[in-house]
């Protein structure tokens, strides 16, 4: 899947936290796999050979989320919520990363290679992932208009507010368009 749609992923299941930090750490964890793919700028062959191993196993998931739990305010959901999200990361590149991108997910146990076979596996551009983003950008909306915030709050609180006024602006004038005269 595209980080776009990682990250939304993650942003979403970080809405059970109170804390703003706390769920900026678990919308970091949507990359955070994929930093084994930082070989590239070394070279090809080290991306190849690292890319979805290093970052993609449970190993590194459990020790990511520990240390990542250390820097939160909830530590305990912080650590649950961290290993979701790295877990769907996972899933997410195992669905919607098309052809070539299993993962050995015992890794350094076990070489045991894991990948997806049609239906449950599909190309990067297919209809599928654009599907999975719209509803995910609908719940983003929904967020904004329920708990006010959106997934730019991760950057900018003022832009994040800007956008909530605008999407509660917007549904105003949609729900009662005569009233605008
Ligand atoms: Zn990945």
């Known amino acids: ?13 970080s809405q059970p ?3 703003r930090k706390d769920r900026i750490i678990i919308t970091a964890t949507s990359i955070i796999p994929d930093l084994d793919g930082l070989g590239v700028l070394f070279s090809i062959d080290f991306y190849s050979k690292y890319h979805h191993t290093i970052g993609h196993n449970l190993l590194f998931i459990t020790l990511t989320s520990l240390v990542l739990s250390l820097f939160s305010k909830e530590r305990k959901r912080v650590f649950l919520l961290s290993l979701i999200s790295l877990h769907a990361h996972l899933l997410g590149d195992l669905l919607g990363s098309g052809t070539g991108w299993g993962i050995k997910y015992f890794l350094p146990f076990n070489e045991y290679y894991l ?9 990067l ?18 967020q904004g208009v329920k708990k006010e915030r ?7 609180l003022r832009l994040d507010q800007k956008i909530v006024q605008a999407i509660k602006k917007r549904l105003k ?9």
């Open 115 to 123: 990948e997806f076979a049609p239906p449950f596996h599909w190309e």
């Open 150 to 156: 959106t997934i730019m709050e991760i950057f900018s």
């Open 1 to 13: 899947m595209l980080p776009t749609t990682h990250a939304i992923i993650s942003w979403s299941i």
């Open 17 to 19: 936290l109170q804390n």
């Open 125 to 142: 551009d297919s209809w599928q992932n654009l599907v999975i983003t719209a509803l995910l950008i609908i719940y983003v909306l929904r």
């Open 173 to 181: 004038c949609s729900a009662y368009p005569t009233m605008k005269g």
